[in-house]
């Protein structure tokens, strides 16, 4: 399978997140295996508006949302999941290492550990500059999947 590149033209086609909300700028994709992502830190969203502190920094747990979007892009790019939502259900092996900072590029690694039954573990990381910022292995679960899930837990 060939490389997807995903950016702000097309990212609309793989992902349900609103543009508000989302912590990654440009994506590569090898669909169902990894992805490297980018993101500018930049003064424009809206929580740094709110920080007046010296040296803004992008707070540790954008940095791991940044991390978890970039894994959702390997599934989203496989054909027989498609631009369906995918929720956070867990993560651990969390190590958090400095901050990304205003005009910092943080880039982000993931690869898709396994994937069944609509439950999907990852691990990734991210940093600037070769610097680690953020690592962990987390899990993504199809949002249908959730909904049997709980449908079963009740039986």
């Given at each position: 399978?060939?490389?997807i ?9 793989y992902?349900?997140?609103p543009t ?10 090898l ?6 992502g980018?993101?500018l ?5 809206h929580h ?8 803004p920094?992008?707070h540790?747990?954008?940095?791991m ?9 390997i ?9 369906k ?6 993560c651990?092996?969390?190590e958090?290492r ?14 898709l550990?396994?994937?069944r039954?609509?439950i999907?573990k ?15 292995e ?7 999947g ?7 837990a009740g039986?």
């Open positions: 399978m060939k490389k590149i995903i950016n702000y033209k097309n990212m609309n086609n992902t349900v997140i508000e909300y989302r912590f990654v700028d440009k994506v590569e994709v669909p169902g295996v990894e992805a490297k980018e993101k830190v930049s003064f424009q969203e740094f508006k709110e920080q007046a502190e010296m040296r920094f992008m540790r747990a954008f940095a949302e940044a991390v978890m979007q970039t894994g959702t892009f599934l989203t790019t496989m054909p027989e999941i498609g631009n939502l995918l929720l956070f259900n867990s651990k092996s969390v958090m400095g901050y990304a900072y205003l005009g910092d590029i943080l880039d982000t690694e993931v690869s550990v396994s994937y039954h609509g999907a990852m691990r990734g990381h991210g940093g600037v500059n070769g610097r680690l910022v953020i690592s962990m987390f899990t993504l679960v199809l949002q249908e959730m909904i049997k899930m709980s449908a079963n039986t």
